[in-house]
Each structure stands twice: as C-alpha cells, then as structure tokens.
C-alpha cells in the first residue's frame, strides 16, 4: 500500500520500485515483483541492485541461464558486492 502511494506520488523514485519489488517477491508474485524491479532499473542507472533483483527472482522460478545472466550483469556494474557473488554461488 505504501508503496503504491509513493509510486503515485513520484513515479521515477527508485527506492520505492525497489521495494515494491521486494513486496512482491515476499508474497511470490514474481511477475509483478520483475516488472517492478525492471522499472527501478531504468530510474537507477549504473546501480546493480536492481539487476541483481531481477537475478534472484529468475534464479527463484527456476529460470537459472537467465538468472546467471543478470548476475554477470550486476558483477560487472558493481565487482565487490557480495551478495552478488553468493548468488552466483548459490
């Protein structure tokens, strides 16, 4: 609900598409959470964390080449992240 609203107010505020995605991923709505994570990664040029958003989602519904894709992607936005690395592990 409050993410809603926050992206009616503003639609091009990142941080809210990010966690709408979050809110969508905790209730296993993963199409809903990839187009939400897709949106925070057009507003958030050069961050990796939606990229790597878009990964886990993929890598959740079983789509794993697509996952490693994305998770090459974050890597190469942002190197020393590890939350990126451990998922490329996992």
Known sequence: RHFHKATSIN???APAWLG???TFAAQDESDQALAAYRTASRFF??????TL???MEYAKTGNLQIAEQFFGHATSICSFDP???NEIGV
């Open 53 to 55: 958003c878009i990964g």
């Open 11 to 13: 639609p091009y505020f």
């Open 83 to 85: 939350l990126a690395f």
């Open 20 to 22: 709408y995605g979050h």
């Open 45 to 50: 040029c050069g961050c990796h964390l939606p």
